[in-house]
């Protein structure tokens, strides 16, 4: 009989990572989850117990924790790691970027140590579409020059060279079990399970577009700043790669399968975008918004906000071809499972 597969998810609590689990169990795979909870809460995984009718064991750990790490590694017959264990806020990673380097960076050594000693050595990386800095052109291709432009991306850029040099020095040394990593570059993750039970929940205010659209038109914020509408884009306002997350989490089940093919045979480190390819403006995410929720959203222009480029948008063929993944949702079905999740949960996890 086929062993079912166990996938340890750092990070697994968080926003991406609780959508990913609930897709994981659904498949069959057995699911084990580390988290510190420092940006979620454990409500997050018991409603993905409630959803999948199944259960994740649980550790509440930090991964710079090796101990820790050590002990979940012998506990569970681990075959591959999801990791999505990181501080993500932009803003403040450019007034701390000691915490983010040692989080992210720091605390992704001490995982591949782990993996390492434990002899787990099938990764899949949450990178982000913000190591292409600011692109020359769109859609943008996974071999597009690689920069960043703050701490936070650059702590993605510095751990996708980490696991390129990992699995380079494997193929180099002929190492009978070579490092096979999937980087995964996410474009703008947006939406929620259609249960309505599991979203993003934001700490404080929130950076990212959608959820402060919807915290507007909930009533918790007063009005949308639209930073800049004098970009060179079809109404001057930013154009990004919206997805659905539920999108995204497959997308990691289509890698995390991709990492037992032919052209992983002999340990590769290999980049993905998962985006939709499709570019919508911050004034087309107003708008639909309106159209299909009904309810106003208060806004004003504002100056641009320093860091954001004009236009990001994804070309996914790669992963379409190489991962058998392509995107499915709408921009409707985005905005609708968003609301859905507000609407049930206003306060979000402590509603
Ligand atoms: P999230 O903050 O909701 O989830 C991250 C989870 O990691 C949280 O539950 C947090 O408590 C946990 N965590 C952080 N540091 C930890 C540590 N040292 N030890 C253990 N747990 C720790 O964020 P998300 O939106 O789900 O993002 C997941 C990953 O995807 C992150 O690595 C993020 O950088 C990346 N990413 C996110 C986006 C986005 O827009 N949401 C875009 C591109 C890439
Ligand atoms: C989208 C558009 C803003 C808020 C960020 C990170 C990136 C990645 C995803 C992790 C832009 C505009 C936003 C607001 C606005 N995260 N906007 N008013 O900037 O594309 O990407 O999140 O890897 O690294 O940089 O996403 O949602 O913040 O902004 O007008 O209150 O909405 O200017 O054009 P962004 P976002």
Same mark, same amino acid.
């Not at 949308?224 to 999108?247: C, E």
């Not at 190489?322 to 979000?348: C, F, H, T, Y």
């Given at each position: ?11 697994? !609590? ?17 699911? +084990? ?16 117990? %409630? ?44 007034? %701390? ?50 920069? !960043? ?23 180099? !040394? ?70 659905? +997350? ?70 996914? !063929? ?34």
């Amino acid at each position: 009989m086929k062993k079912t597969m166990t996938i340890l998810v750092t990070g697994g !609590a968080g926003y991406i990572g609780s959508h990913t689990c609930v897709e994981l169990l659904e498949a069959g795979f057995n699911v +084990v989850v580390v988290d510190n909870l420092f940006n979620s809460k454990h409500e997050a995984i018991r409603r993905v117990e %409630q959803i999948t009718h199944q259960e994740i064991s649980f550790y509440e750990l930090d991964i710079l924790d090796k101990h820790g790490l050590d002990r979940v590694f012998r506990s569970h017959e681990i075959d591959a790691v999801i990791h999505f264990a990181g501080l993500k806020a932009v803003g403040e990673s450019c007034l %701390q970027p000691a915490r983010y380097y040692q989080n992210n960076v720091n605390g992704t050594l001490v995982l591949l140590e782990a993996m390492h000693d434990a002899g787990v050595k099938k990764l899949v990386f949450s990178s982000s579409a913000t190591v292409y800095g600011d692109p020359q052109s769109v859609p943008i291709r996974e071999d597009f020059p690689l920069s !960043a432009t703050n701490p936070y991306g650059r702590t993605k850029l510095m751990i996708e060279d980490i696991l390129r040099d990992f699995s380079t020095a494997d193929q180099l !040394a002929n190492t009978p079990n070579p490092w096979k990593i999937a980087l995964l570059r996410y474009f703008n993750p947006i939406g929620s399970h259609v249960s309505g039970l599991i979203g993003e929940d934001p700490r404080d205010i929130p950076n990212n577009l959608m959820p402060y659209v919807l915290q507007v038109a909930v009533g918790k914020l007063s009005q949308l700043s639209i930073f800049g509408d004098d970009y060179p884009t079809h109404d001057g306002t930013g154009v990004r790669d919206y997805i659905h +997350v539920v999108d995204l989490a497959k997308g990691h089940l289509k890698a995390l399968a991709a990492l037992n093919k032919d052209f992983y045979a002999e340990g590769a480190c290999r980049p993905f975008n998962l985006g939709t390819g499709n570019g919508y403006s911050v004034l087309d995410m107003v708008n639909t918004f309106q159209q299909v929720i009904g309810k106003p959203v208060n806004y004003k222009i504002a100056p641009r906000r320093s860091g954001d480029i004009a236009v990001c948008y994804a070309d996914p !063929a790669y992963a379409e071809h190489a991962l058998d993944w392509r995107a499915e949702k709408s921009l409707a079905d985005m905005i609708v499972d968003a609301w859905r999740w507000q609407e049930s949960n206003p306060l979000g996890y402590d509603s």
